[in-house]
């Protein structure tokens, strides 16, 4: 009999979401929808529903380091997604830590601003986000209001705007970009994957719903979850994408808050 194929383990470093609909309760949903196994490192608390962000209330950083040294003595992981860093000591910690016991695949998703426009990180953090996680790091996954957050410019308007800017991002450090176009107008939703090799646009249709809560922690966590199954990093965006699509489509089954929802899961299970 052949041996049972290892299910890979996937470990999210992000900030806590009460409402299930972002940070690191979406990323456990997703991993264990893609068929992985989820594990967690909490960097911060958050007291927010679907309308907003009331309060932010940092982890201490040896006590992030307490967890990862913890849980890596015991679990081998694959892949990481790092999402909410809220300060230079959290990014510094989490480098730290990432040093000394590195997986094949990082990947940064720079969460700075919520979909409700709330700041979820000073400036400090921004800087240190820019200039010690970045480059240590195989992918990030900026929006088009985070790269201009990293890069201190004008957020794009439009496709040429967003292919200007991908060089500049590559010269944070990370080997690759995906830099999201979600929040250009169109009935498509123009992303584009950037390296030194060159770019490409993958496209997908524009979901008419109001249930984007998480949408871009949601879509990291799911490329993080295809590139620990052993996927190229083009084939897992391409099938996080489409995965995210049908989350979207799904989001109307769901009943979760009176703002602007989250994307359903599980909508291949349920």
Same mark, same amino acid.
């Given at each position: 009999?052949?041996?049972?194929? +290892?299910?890979?383990?996937?470990?999210?470093?992000?900030?806590?979401?009460?409402?299930?609909?972002?940070?690191?309760?979406?990323?456990?949903?997703?991993?264990?929808?893609?068929?992985?196994?989820?594990?967690?490192?909490? $960097?911060?608390?958050?007291?927010?529903?679907?309308?907003?962000?009331?309060?932010?209330?940092?982890?201490?950083?040896?006590?992030?380091? @307490?967890?990862?040294?913890?849980?890596?003595?015991?679990?081998?992981?694959?892949?990481?997604?790092?999402?909410?860093?809220?300060?230079?000591?959290?990014?510094?910690?989490?480098?730290?830590?990432?040093?000394?016991?590195?997986?094949?695949?990082?990947?940064?998703?720079?969460?700075?601003?919520?979909?409700?426009?709330?700041?979820?990180?000073?400036?400090?953090?921004?800087?240190?986000?820019?200039?010690?996680?970045?480059?240590?790091?195989?992918?990030? $996954?900026?929006?088009?209001?985070?790269?201009?957050?990293?890069?201190?410019?004008? $957020?794009?308007?439009?496709?040429?705007?967003?292919?200007?800017?991908?060089?500049?991002?590559?010269?944070?450090?990370?080997?690759?970009?995906?830099?999201?176009?979600?929040?250009?107008?169109? @009935? +498509?939703?123009?992303?584009?994957?950037?390296?030194?090799?060159?770019?490409?646009?993958?496209?997908?249709?524009?979901?008419? $719903?109001?249930?984007?809560?998480?949408?871009?922690?949601?879509?990291?966590?799911?490329?993080?979850?295809?590139?620990?199954?052993?996927?190229?990093?083009?084939?897992?965006?391409?099938?996080?994408?489409?995965?995210?699509?049908?989350?979207?489509?799904?989001?109307?089954?769901?009943?979760?808050?009176?703002?602007?929802?989250?994307?359903?899961?599980?909508?291949?299970?349920?």
């Amino acid at each position: 009999m052949s041996a049972t194929p +290892r299910i890979a383990n996937v470990l999210t470093i992000a900030g806590s979401d009460p409402s299930g609909g972002a940070g690191i309760q979406a990323d456990l949903k997703t991993f264990s929808a893609l068929g992985t196994y989820a594990t967690s490192v909490i $960097t911060a608390l958050t007291a927010q529903n679907t309308r907003g962000v009331s309060g932010v209330q940092p982890v201490p950083a040896a006590f992030i380091a @307490e967890q990862f040294d913890t849980l890596l003595d015991d679990v081998a992981i694959d892949a990481v997604k790092i999402g909410m860093i809220a300060g230079r000591e959290v990014a510094e910690t989490v480098r730290e830590c990432l040093q000394r016991r590195r997986p094949r695949w990082v990947v940064l998703d720079p969460v700075m601003v919520a979909k409700s426009g709330d700041i979820l990180v000073d400036d400090e953090g921004i800087q240190a986000v820019r200039e010690l996680l970045v480059p240590c790091v195989d992918l990030i $996954t900026p929006n088009l209001p985070e790269a201009a957050v990293l890069l201190d410019a004008d $957020t794009p308007r439009d496709s040429d705007a967003m292919q200007a800017l991908l060089p500049r991002l590559l010269e944070l450090g990370a080997p690759h970009v995906l830099l999201k176009g979600g929040h250009l107008d169109g @009935e +498509r939703c123009p992303d584009l994957l950037g390296s030194a090799e060159g770019s490409s646009w993958l496209e997908a249709e524009r979901i008419a $719903t109001r249930n984007l809560h998480g949408a871009g922690c949601t879509l990291s966590s799911a490329i993080t979850a295809h590139l620990a199954r052993g996927e190229p990093l083009v084939s897992a965006v391409q099938h996080a994408k489409v995965w995210l699509s049908q989350a979207l489509h799904a989001s109307e089954r769901l009943s979760v808050g009176r703002g602007r929802g989250p994307v359903h899961h599980f909508h291949a299970w349920w």
